[in-house]
């Protein structure tokens, strides 16, 4: 069965307090890896998809990587704005378009 | 650019009572689905569509109907909604190539009472 634990639950940083968000992931054959940003009250926002163990994506201050077993989203030096809920999600091969997401990690910025 | 437009945002339900949720997106995707969220757990696949005409169940099917008519919507019913129906519903989209993102909805949050 595919699984996607994401740890901490919950990180507060004060801004500009670099930190790391970590996906463990299981599943069948790993077609993508994917991060979403969740603000309350929202849909979860497309972020980052990672195909490869070593790859990377950047995108402002978020920097995804991928290995063999986990995921994880720097997050540099961030800002108040950067508050939110991120989210990691895997698609397997055998499951088309199928997303398994883990639970979330609440992120609080404070200024 | 509208993306996955759902409605309504809110709705409040008595047990027994039926209900449609609606999701339309206009960005000609032909890969649909719904999931629900609820505290503590990961958003769940109920139902899913790889085109017009086809659909098919996904992690927590039981209570839920959907169909696929055209390919902008995907409505997804309750059919006797209970208390453990209270969630709050997504829908998404994507090409259905690959390993394409999916885009969401803002969700719909019910309650049922």
């Known amino acids: 069965e595919d699984q996607v634990t994401q740890s901490p639950e919950a990180l507060r940083l004060q801004e500009g307090e670099s930190s790391s968000l970590n996906c463990s992931y299981t599943?069948?054959?790993?077609?993508?890896l994917f991060w979403y940003r969740q603000d309350p009250g929202k849909g979860p926002e497309f972020l980052f998809t990672?195909?490869?163990a070593g790859e990377e994506k950047e995108k402002e201050r978020l920097k995804a990587t991928l290995t063999k077993k986990e995921s994880f989203l720097h997050i540099t030096a961030p800002k108040p704005e950067d508050s939110a809920t991120y989210l990691c999600?895997?698609?397997?091969?055998?499951?088309?378009?199928?997303?398994?997401f883990g639970t979330g990690t609440r992120l609080l910025v404070s200024p | 650019n509208a993306g996955v437009t759902q409605t309504p945002k809110f709705q409040v339900l008595k047990t027994g009572q039926s209900m449609t949720l609606q999701c339309a997106q206009d960005?000609?995707?032909?890969?649909m689905s719904w999931y629900r969220q609820d505290p503590g757990m990961g958003l769940r696949l109920i139902h899913y569509?790889?085109?017009?005409?086809?659909?098919d169940q996904g992690e927590v099917p039981n209570g839920y109907n959907v169909s696929r008519s055209t390919t902008e919507d995907f409505p997804l019913r309750l059919l006797s909604a209970a208390p453990s129906q209270t969630s709050v519903y997504f829908c998404?989209?994507?090409?259905?190539?690959?390993?394409?993102?999916?885009?969401f909805g803002d969700g719909t949050r019910l309650s049922i009472l």
């Open positions: 998404a989209s994507g090409t259905g190539e690959g390993n394409q993102p999916q885009h």
């Open positions: 990672l195909y490869s």
């Open positions: 569509s790889v085109g017009a005409g086809i659909t």
């Open positions: 999600a895997v698609q397997a091969y055998t499951g088309f378009q199928k997303l398994v």
């Open positions: 960005m000609n995707h032909e890969y």
């Open positions: 599943v069948s054959g790993l077609r993508g």
